[in-house]
């Protein structure tokens, strides 16, 4: 009988009474049972998955094109992180109306002909006016003789100076006053008014 006994253990018994002698003895049906169940779980859990990414697929095609686009942007972008760059902008304050803008300095020169201003005024060569190669018209400067330290303000109301050297060319009356009729040409220091 003991031969009898020992045929119905399985090697799984006898392996496990050799690992645990005190556990108690899964007959080999048990094991495979358990091991089929496992299979079938993992099955149906696989043929899960496949259904539901399926199901994913076909709504996704039901969505109109910009939505898909926009779905497609989200995801590429929840794995890179945002950057904000910060802009600055250095702070200049107003320009006060009392300190005159330095225009520039260089040669100044006269002249007493023309009949016709580049603004279209009629030239007058008593007037305190002068001819600037580029600030607007209407526009007040401060012409000083750097020599004399005379000065006058003039207004802008054509253009010129054409000869190369000379930041502006003043009326005959302005350069009377600036003390450089006699010599033509004075080096002077440009200050914008207004």
Sequence with gaps: MSSISCARTSYVDIEASCIHPSAPLVPAVGVRNIIQML????GAASLAACAQ????????????ASQQA???HNRKTSFVTNRRV????KHTPFASHSEPQVAS??????YTEGTQTASGEKFDAREFTAAHPTLPF???LRVTNVGTGRSVTVRVNDRGP???GRVVDVS??????LGMVGGGVANVKLDVVQ
Excluded: Q
């Design 53 to 64: 990414s399926s199901v994913v697929t076909k709504k996704s095609e039901l969505l109109p």
């Design 105 to 110: 300095h260089g040669l100044a020169s006269f």
């Design 70 to 72: 926009s779905l497609e």
């Design 162 to 164: 054409f000869v190369s």
């Design 39 to 42: 299979a079938v779980v993992l």
């Design 138 to 140: 209407g526009t007040r």
């Design 172 to 177: 005959y009356g302005a350069a009377e006053k």
């Design 86 to 89: 910060a802009v600055t902008k």
